[in-house]
């Protein structure tokens, strides 16, 4: 069974950073590519980032660029969100999830599992 | 980037009753168009692929069809657990996008 765990949601500060974590297991992870997307409260999904296998690609969106890293462990099946210079509009719960592609290496990712979910809150 | 667009944005519907959302993209996706449903306080599920590709375990209800910039996903024979809100999502191109949602309510 396939199965994501988030961790290292909290309550930060603007200007601030943090670490989101995710933990997979039930699947080959380090075949495949690996998605965070976040909803802040009440409104509807964003794709932040993406890491393709073994970390040959990233993509980041637009919103998060220049302050947001992602990074994999194959060996701890385990993917990273860095996110710095926080900003009230970071406030969301943010998803990991398996993202799969039918064409080759290409991110033409659709997310085919996903995690439980993990509340950051940016506020001073 | 490419926009995704829904209509409605929220409907209400009896069980039994045949439903159909629609999303169109900003420009031609070809069929690299994906439907998800979300459930409050839960994660979203993916239902459909590739616009018409039913993901495993998804009940055969659930269909979508469409191309190019106009896709519909259709709900036939609405049952109880199927109040929720439901997205498209484009991956021809970075950056993915989502289309704004569109909530089914109870009537």
């Known amino acids: 069974e396939v199965q994501l765990w988030e961790s290292g949601g909290a309550f930060v500060q603007p200007g601030g950073s943090l670490r989101l974590s995710c933990a997979a297991s039930g699947f080959a992870f380090r075949n495949y590519a690996m998605t965070w997307v976040r909803q802040p409260p009440g409104k509807g999904l964003e794709w932040v980032s993406s890491?393709?296998?073994?970390?040959?690609?990233?993509y980041y969106a637009d919103s998060v660029k220049g302050r947001c890293t992602v990074s994999r462990d194959d060996s701890k099946n385990t993917f990273y969100m860095d996110l710095s210079s926080l900003r009230d509009d970071d406030t969301a719960v943010y998803y990991c999830?398996?993202?799969?592609?039918?064409?080759?290496?290409?991110?033409?990712?659709?997310?085919?599992?996903w995690g439980q979910g993990n509340l950051v809150t940016v506020a001073s | 980037d490419i926009q995704m667009t829904q209509s409605p944005s929220s409907l209400s519907a009896s069980v039994g009753d045949r439903l159909t959302i629609s999303c169109r993209a900003s420009q031609s996706v070809t069929n690299f168009l994906n439907w998800y449903q979300q459930k409050p306080g839960k994660a979203p599920r993916l239902l459909i692929y590739?616009?018409?590709t039913l993901q495993s375990g998804v009940p055969s209800r659930f269909s979508g069809s469409g191309s190019g910039t106009d896709f519909i996903l259709t709900i036939n024979s609405l049952q109880p657990e199927d109040f929720a809100t439901y997205y498209c999502q484009q991956n021809a191109d970075i950056p993915l996008t989502f289309g704004g949602g569109t909530k089914v309510e109870i009537k």
């Open positions: 590739s616009a018409t």
């Open positions: 999830a398996r993202a799969s592609s039918l064409v080759g290496s290409t991110p033409t990712y659709f997310f085919d599992y």
């Open positions: 890491i393709g296998p073994k970390s040959l690609a990233t």
